[in-house]
Antibody, heavy 125, light 108 residues
Framework: QVQLVESGGGVVQPGRSLRLSCAAS????????MHWVRQAPGKGLEWVAV????????YYADSVKGRFTISRDNSKNTLYLQMNSLRAEDTAVYYC??????????????????WGQGTLVTVSS | SYVLTQPPSVSVAPGKTARITCGGN??????VHWYQQKPGQAPVLVIYYDSDRPSGIPERFSGSNSGNTATLTISRVEAGDEADYYC???????????FGGGTKLTVL
């Protein structure tokens, strides 16, 4: 069965960096787009970024553009989110989610058919 | 950027029908997906491409999308349906995914 397991969360000071990982199993990882979605405490879902099946296309939310970088290693079945210049408002549970499609280009996304359990990132001094 | 508007809360008695709306400019021209999230859990897909239901989701869950409003309908509501529900679309003008603010469904 499909499994997505996030790791790398923790407490970090404002301005510092953190890298999240998402280990995937139970499906052909290299055939699907992958997303990061976050949820601040007590708030709703906020999409963060998506990467195409082969890593060639990446799209970001305005709130993280220029600070966060999504990447993937298909040989390791792992998705990453490099988060730089962290702010207090980045505090959230970060979920990785599988897209139902390859996401070969903008507009070819499907839907989020599987989600991980999330990893908590707290940005605080 | 594209905005999706959901009512913050909907209340319904057991056995009745709950309708959760998702408003957006000409949302009928987009594909809408719906997710259910229970406290402390990850979201779960309940409706995709406006009205399709994933395997394992009860037939009581249905969706529609036209004009400026998409609707998630839950028939014969059960206590276990109590959760937050989010609609989601892809905004082609900004190349970004967009979520609605979420609706808390309370079963009375």
């Amino acid at each position: 069965q499909v499994q997505l397991v996030e790791s790398g969360g923790g407490v970090v000071q404002p301005g510092r960096s953190l890298r999240l990982s998402c280990a995937a199993s139970g499906f052909t990882f290299s055939s699907y787009g992958m997303h990061w979605v976050r949820q601040a405490p007590g708030k709703g879902l906020e999409w963060v970024a998506v990467i195409s099946y082969d890593g060639s296309n990446k799209y970001y939310a305005d709130s993280v553009k220029g600070r966060f970088t999504i990447s993937r290693d298909n040989s390791k079945n792992t998705l990453y989110l490099q988060m730089n210049s962290l702010r207090a408002e980045d505090t959230a549970v970060y979920y990785c989610a599988k897209d139902s499609e390859k996401v070969a280009a903008a507009g070819t996304q499907g839907y989020f058919d599987y989600w991980g359990q999330g990893t908590l990132v707290t940005v605080s001094s | 950027s594209y905005v999706l508007t959901q009512p913050p809360s909907v209340s319904v008695a057991p056995g009745k029908t709950a309708r959760i709306t998702c408003g957006g400019n000409n949302i009928g021209s987009k594909s809408v997906h719906w997710y259910q999230q229970k406290p402390g859990q990850a979201p779960v897909l309940v409706i995709y491409y406006d009205s399709d239901r994933p395997s394992g989701i009860p037939e009581r869950f249905s969706g529609s999308n036209s004009g400026n409003t998409a609707t998630l309908t839950i028939s014969r509501v059960e206590a276990g349906d109590e959760a937050d529900y989010y609609c989601q679309v892809w905004d082609s003008s900004s190349d970004q995914e967009v979520f609605g603010g979420g609706t808390k469904l309370t079963v009375l």
